[in-house]
């Protein structure tokens, strides 16, 4: 398993502003991922955020809105832009570690756009 | 549609009562992961399955995958308190991949 941090845990922002959230692991992984939890459902991932290159994104999510960074295997950012109160969620990164193709997951960051 | 369907979707029991929760597919998968969620925090990983058939238990939490590898449940016995929140299941349905789709979520209340 592998221990992941999150900053910052919660925010409150405004519609229009931007906001980058940080995810840090505890030792070097290969996969780590982003993923969105709107209110009231589950999970879905907007990227694999892919070591020295660009992100890998899923349908429905572009680089403008959510660019990420991964500069090395224990950090990772997630920018999410011009925010609208749909934005409004909480985001979640996720690790690889496993044989089995488990992940792990860090605690989130909830955040609100008014 | 939604490839995976969790029943029920939220379930109030007794302290001590046996309760088990679903999670069905709508095609074959390759590997399918329970997690636990505290209300609005992380997920917490409890078991990975992958063999059609396959059961595995930790402390009072058992879940098992059937042979066709389309339907698993997680059976808690003797609940308690600190079993309570959000139950998830996640399943990748291409080998190799950590690409998950995840289950509606079973929302669990134990009453002490």
């Known amino acids: 398993s592998a221990v992941i941090s999150q900053k910052p845990s919660r925010d409150i922002c405004q519609r229009g502003t931007s906001l980058t959230i940080q995810c840090q692991v505890d030792?070097?992984?290969?996969?780590m991922f982003w993923y969105r939890q709107q209110p009231g459902q589950s999970l879905t991932l907007i990227a694999t955020a892919n070591q020295g290159s660009e992100a890998t994104y899923e349908s429905g999510f572009v680089i403008d809105k959510f660019p990420i960074s991964r500069p090395n295997l224990t950090f990772s950012t997630l920018t999410v832009s011009n925010m609208s109160p749909e934005d409004s969620s909480i985001y979640l990164c996720?690790?690889?570690?496993?044989?089995?193709?488990?992940?792990?997951f860090g605690p989130g960051t909830r955040l609100t756009v008014t | 549609s939604q490839e995976l369907e969790q029943s029920p979707q939220s379930l109030i029991v007794q302290e001590g009562k046996n309760l088990t929760i679903n999670c069905t597919s709508s095609?074959?998968?390759?590997?399918l992961y329970w997690y636990k969620q505290k209300y609005g925090e992380g997920l917490i990983f409890l078991m990975m399955l992958q063999k059609g058939g396959e059961e595995k238990s930790h402390e009072k939490i058992t879940a098992k995958l059937d042979e066709k590898k389309q339907q698993s449940s997680l059976h808690i016995t003797a609940s308690q308190p600190s079993h309570a929140g959000i139950y998830l299941c996640?399943?990748?349905?291409?080998?190799?991949?950590?690409?998950?789709?995840f289950g509606t979520g079973t929302r669990l209340k134990v009453l002490a």
């Open positions: 030792s070097q992984v290969t996969m």
């Open positions: 996720s690790v690889g570690t496993g044989e089995g193709y488990e992940q792990y």
């Open positions: 996640g399943a990748d349905f291409t080998s190799g991949t950590y690409k998950y789709i």
């Open positions: 095609k074959t998968l390759y590997g």
